[in-house]
């Protein structure tokens, strides 16, 4: 059974920059196509960047934003988040689109001042 779990979280005043982690295991972890998704209070949980082996995608509202890489050795995806608004604000879940794996518990990320 495939497990996810994010960390790296918290609280930081807009402008300002966090990187999330998520650690699979479970998995060939290398071969699957990996994302970043959200969900802020009270809304449905949105898709905000992918990556495969041809490159990235990223959602319009991150753009130049947020850098989503991985390191297959380490069974690990990250985002790097720099110039953050509030509205950057919800709980960060990784998993692989399409797939059937279950949502880790996520990373809570505060964007204010």
């Known amino acids: 059974q495939v497990q996810l779990v994010e ?7 807009p402008g300002g920059s966090l990187r999330l982690s998520c650690v699979a295991s479970g998995t060939i972890f290398s071969i699957y196509t990996m994302a970043w998704y959200r969900q802020a209070s009270g809304k449905q949980r949105e898709l ?3 990556i495969t082996r041809d490159g990235t995608n990223y959602a319009d509202s991150v753009k130049g934003r947020f850098t ?19 509205e950057d604000t919800g709980v960060y879940y990784c998993n692989s689109p399409g797939s059937i794996w ?10 204010s001042s």
């Open 102 to 111: 279950m949502w880790g518990q996520g990373t809570q990320v505060i964007v």
């Open 68 to 86: 989503i890489s991985r390191d297959n050795a380490k069974n690990t995806v990250y985002l790097q988040m720099s110039g953050l608004k509030p």
């Open 48 to 50: 905000v960047a992918t």
């Open 7 to 13: 960390s790296g979280g918290g609280l930081v005043q």
